[in-house]
Nanobody, 115 residues
């Protein structure tokens, strides 16, 4: 089993920045991909950013150039740096880790972009 705990969410004004963190524990060996997803009210959960072992990344078109995903392997943590935030970025953000063919999810953290 893999446990994931997100932190760093909250309320931010449009144009502002936040950094989300997701710390992994448990059977973290052989995690081969980690990512951030989000779900806005009334919408489906969607991929925001993905990072695969080896460093390749993938971003949703809506966040390219504004969000950056990164990892600190020593801390077993993945980050999502979010800049130039917009009201439409408001959502619950979920961390995901894939180990072999099993996905593990965090409980989610709320990000609200509003003036």
């Amino acid at each position: 089993q893999v446990q994931l705990v997100e932190s760093g969410g909250g309320l931010v004004q449009p144009g502002g920045s936040l950094r989300l963190s997701c710390a992994a524990s448990g059977s973290i060996a052989s995690i081969n991909a980690r990512g951030w997803y989000r779900q806005a009210p009334g919408k489906k959960r969607e991929l925001v950013a993905l990072i695969i072992n080896g460093g390749s990344t993938n971003y949703a078109d809506s966040v390219k150039g504004r969000f950056t995903i990164s990892t600190d392997n020593a801390k077993n943590t993945v980050y999502l740096q979010m800049n130039s935030l917009r009201p439409e970025d408001t959502a619950v953000y979920y961390c995901k880790a894939r180990r072999f063919f099993t996905d593990y999810w965090g409980k989610g953290i709320l990000v609200t972009v509003s003036s």
